[in-house]
């Protein structure tokens, strides 16, 4: 069985964010997204992935999977960015016969992606799709159950969804679903929607079976959503302390990276510290993952996401909630309010009290 990440398109709701990077490259416990979607296909078996990129993502994309081990990873390009359906389209040639799963690389799954392959080669479905509960689906593929656990309908992004079971990222498919890609027509966006396919699946006898989530579920589409799925990673970390610690205090599970160095500080975790960060004379707090190469000093921070070679300095304020792009500086001079929430791009600098 092969493995498909759509990974051609830089996530318009990061923004500021992926203005320079897209979203399957941003860090969360300190590793690209696309990196868990990649180990998770891995975990469960599949060494053979297509990552659908386009001109301006593939070096980015590239670049975050040069060290991935266990995997066979061919890169496809998709020209113009037409949908879901378009990005499996263009990969027909690399599919070819096999069964494969559709990944959307921005995803995270508690449990991995093993037990939706199992139903898959147990049932002989045509398709298993993942499902979870959703307050609003309204942004969502929307699926309807029958009593065997089959979809019955399924809809893209309904004004009126008829249930409240989004599509959760996880696509199983046979081979034949590519015939129907060819044949179908783009949608009221002007996109090739994949769960248009799956409808004529469905409609022309198909057996589509829906599988709920089993542990939490994320999708990593906006600010929030990545400081969560940071903390959802962040709990399953193992204490490792590679680098040097010295005069100071660090509680519970905090990983620091060989080469890093921690002076005159307090961690409180869950934490982790990439390779070559400093930490002087600063608080960090739990539920956060500092890059590698960052500098912090003076300062404090917690329940953040802060990329390689940021630095943070001289604030007398703690930080919280923040998201501090690639390189980005905050750089403190003065008395500031108590708390600040940031959101960075790459590179910017951020000054106060100047």
Not at 233 to 241: A, N, S
């Amino acid at each position: 069985m092969k493995a498909l990440i759509p990974a051609a398109g830089f996530g318009t709701r990061l923004r500021p964010l992926t203005y320079a990077r897209p979203k399957p490259v941003l860090p969360v416990a300190n590793l690209p997204i696309i990196c868990h979607a990649v180990q998770s296909l891995t975990a469960a078996g599949i060494r053979e992935i297509g990552v659908v990129v386009s001109g301006v993502t593939r070096e980015a994309i590239q670049g975050a999977l040069r060290d991935v081990e266990g995997a066979h990873i061919e890169y496809i390009e998709q020209p113009q960015m037409l949908g879901l359906g378009h990005a499996v389209r263009v990969a027909r040639s690399w599919i070819g016969s096999s069964d494969f799963c559709v990944y959307l690389g921005d995803n995270l799954f508690e449990n991995g992606v093993g037990s939706f392959l199992t139903t898959f080669h147990e049932t002989g479905a045509d398709a298993v799709i993942a499902l979870v509960e959703v307050p609003d689906p309204r942004a969502f593929g929307v699926a309807v159950l029958d009593e065997r656990g089959h979809i019955t309908r399924l809809l893209e992004k309904p004004q009126a969804p008829p249930s409240n079971l989004a599509v959760a990222g996880v696509y199983c498919f046979r081979a034949g679903i590519l015939d129907l890609l060819e044949t179908l027509p783009p949608g009221p966006r002007g996109e090739y929607e994949l769960t248009d396919a799956v409808a004529r699946l469905i409609e022309e006898g198909g057996r589509v079976v829906g599988q709920r989530v089993a542990g939490w579920w994320k999708d990593t589409g906006r600010p929030h959503d990545l400081l969560e799925a940071n903390r959802l990673l962040l709990e399953r970390l193992e204490p490792c302390v590679l680098g040097e610690v010295t005069d100071s205090r660090v509680c519970g599970r905090v990983v620091v990276g060989p080469g890093a160095r921690v002076r005159g500080s307090v961690i409180m975790g869950p934490v982790t510290i990439a390779a070559g960060a400093e930490i002087e004379n600063a608080y960090i707090g739990p539920f956060t993952s500092v890059g590698r190469s960052s500098v912090i000093r003076n300062a404090e921070v917690e329940y953040s996401v802060i990329d390689e070679e940021a630095e943070i300095r001289d604030m007398s304020v703690r930080l919280q909630e923040c998201l501090i792009g690639l390189g980005a500086r905050v750089i403190g001079h003065g008395e500031v309010p108590r708390v600040h929430r940031l959101v960075l791009s790459d590179t910017s600098l951020l000054e106060f009290g100047c």
